[in-house]
């Protein structure tokens, strides 16, 4: 089973930037589908971006044009750029990896994202 471990949240005002990362416990192949997923309370987990092998990404169209993907498979690592912030942005994002040929994936355990006025 793969461990994916999350990092770079914190609190910011609106506007400001922040850049996550998930570190994977083994390498990220190809046929792995790297995402990021966001959780505000008393809400259901939604997708914020995902990346494919190669390096095909998308957005929630609430982050378009100012969150970006990316992932480095020599360091097994996904990243997400979160530039322009605003209080929405807010919640726990949980970074995910998913096989192309299983149904469930992995999650992180998450890391909290604050964007205050």
């Known amino acids: 089973q793969v461990q994916l471990v999350e990092s770079g949240g914190g609190s910011v005002q609106v506007g400001g930037s922040l850049r996550l990362s998930c570190v994977a416990s083994?390498?990220?192949?190809?046929?792995?589908?790297m995402g990021w997923y966001r959780q505000n309370s008393g809400e259901q987990r939604e997708l914020v971006a995902d990346?494919?092998?190669?390096?095909?990404?998308k957005y929630a169209d609430s982050v378009k044009g100012r969150f970006t993907i990316s992932r480095d498979n020599a360091k097994s690592t996904i990243y997400l750029q979160m530039d322009s912030l605003k209080p929405e942005d807010t919640g726990v994002y949980y970074c995910?990896?998913?096989?192309?040929?299983?149904?469930?994936?992995?999650w992180g355990q998450g890391t909290q994202v604050t964007v205050s006025s």
């Open positions: 990346i494919n092998g190669g390096g095909f990404a």
């Open positions: 083994s390498r990220i192949s190809r046929a792995t589908v």
């Open positions: 995910h990896a998913r096989p192309t040929w299983v149904v469930n994936g992995w």
